[in-house]
C-alpha cells in the first residue's frame, strides 16, 4: 500500500511540475476504482500545497482509464493491472 502511494504521489507531482510552465491549472486523472481512494488522497493533498492546481480524479476502470488518457483526455491513469498489448496498440494509433 506504501508503494502504491508512493507512485501515485510521484506521478502528480511530475505532472504538476510538467505543466508548471504552461498556462494549465488542471490535472486530470481517471481510470481504476480500485486506486481511486489513494489518488484521491494524494490529490487532495497536493491541491493543499499548490493551490494553483486543480486535480480531478474519475472513475471508469482501468481499462477505461488507458483510453482515456490515449485520447489524450487525461494526464495520469490509474491503473490496477499492468497496461496490456491491444491498449498500448490503441495508445500508439
Do not use: H, N
Not at 491549472?25 to 481512494?37: E, L, W
Not at 474519475?58 to 481499462?63: L, P
Not at 490515449?70 to 491503473?79: L, V
Request: charged share 25%; hydrophobic share 40%; proline share 2%.
Amino acid at each position: 500500500m506504501k508503494k502504491m502511494l508512493a507512485l501515485v504521489a510521484a506521478g502528480v507531482m511530475i505532472a504538476g511540475s510538467a505543466i508548471e510552465g504552461w498556462a494549465v491549472s488542471f490535472i486530470k486523472i481517471d481510470g481504476s476504482s480500485t486506486v481511486y481512494p489513494i489518488t484521491e488522497a494524494v490529490a487532495e493533498e497536493f491541491q493543499k500545497v499548490d493551490g494553483k492546481v486543480r486535480v480531478t480524479v474519475g472513475i471508469s476502470g482501468t481499462g477505461g482509464g488507458f483510453k482515456r488518457f490515449c485520447r489524450g483526455e487525461t494526464d495520469i491513469s490509474d491503473a490496477s493491472r499492468p497496461i496490456k498489448q491491444s491498449e498500448i496498440a490503441l495508445c500508439k494509433e
